[in-house]
C-alpha cells in the first residue's frame, strides 16, 4: 500500500499500523505525530464517544491532508466542550494529531475511562520499536 506524506514533515513517509482493530498511520521518523483515516479514531474511543471533532470554529492551517493532498487541514477541537486541538481534513474526515497535542488528547481518553486502552496502544508502539511518548 502507499504509505501516506506526513502533514508535518513533507518530506518524510507515515508508517503503517493497526491495532485494537483500529489503522493508524505514525511519523516514527521525525515528528512522532499520528494519522487516523475517517471513523478510526471513532471506532477507537466508539465505547464512549461517537463524536468527532465538528469542524465550526476550525482554523485554516499550513499543512496538506495525507489522504487529499490538494486540501488543508484545519485545526479545531476535538470534542464540542473540548479545550484540545486536532486538525483534520474536511474531505476525507482524516484526523493529524501532533506529537504536542497527543499529551492533551490523552488527558481527554482519561477523564473519558480510555486511558488504559491508550497505555496498551502506546506499550504495542515500543514493543515494535517505536517512540511514542505522551
Ligand atoms: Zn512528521
Ligand atoms: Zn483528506
Same mark, same amino acid.
Given at each position: 500500500m502507499t504509505q501516506l506524506n506526513c502533514p =508535518? #514533515? !513533507?518530506d518524510k513517509k507515515l508508517t503503517h499500523f493497526s491495532h485494537e482493530g483500529v489503522d493508524f498511520d505514525f511519523c516514527n521518523d521525525s515528528c512522532l505525530g499520528i494519522w487516523a483515516d475517517e471513523g478510526e479514531f471513532a471506532t477507537y474511543i466508539s465505547e464512549h464517544q461517537k463524536n468527532i +471533532?465538528? +469542524? !465550526? &470554529?476550525a482554523k485554516l492551517t499550513e499543512m496538506a491532508c495525507p =489522504? #487529499?493532498?490538494n486540501n488543508r487541514l484545519v485545526e479545531t477541537k476535538?470534542? &464540542?466542550?473540548?479545550?484540545t486541538k486536532v486538525d483534520i481534513c474536511i474531505t476525507c474526515n482524516g484526523i493529524w494529531f501532533d506529537k504536542s497535542e497527543l499529551g492533551s488528547v490523552k488527558d481527554e481518553l482519561v477523564k473519558l475511562g480510555l486511558g488504559n486502552k491508550l497505555s496498551v496502544t502506546t506499550q504495542y508502539l515500543e514493543k515494535k520499536g517505536y517512540s511514542l511518548k505522551v
Open positions: =508535518r #514533515c !513533507t +471533532p465538528e +469542524p !465550526t &470554529q =489522504r #487529499c493532498v476535538i470534542t &464540542q466542550d473540548s479545550g
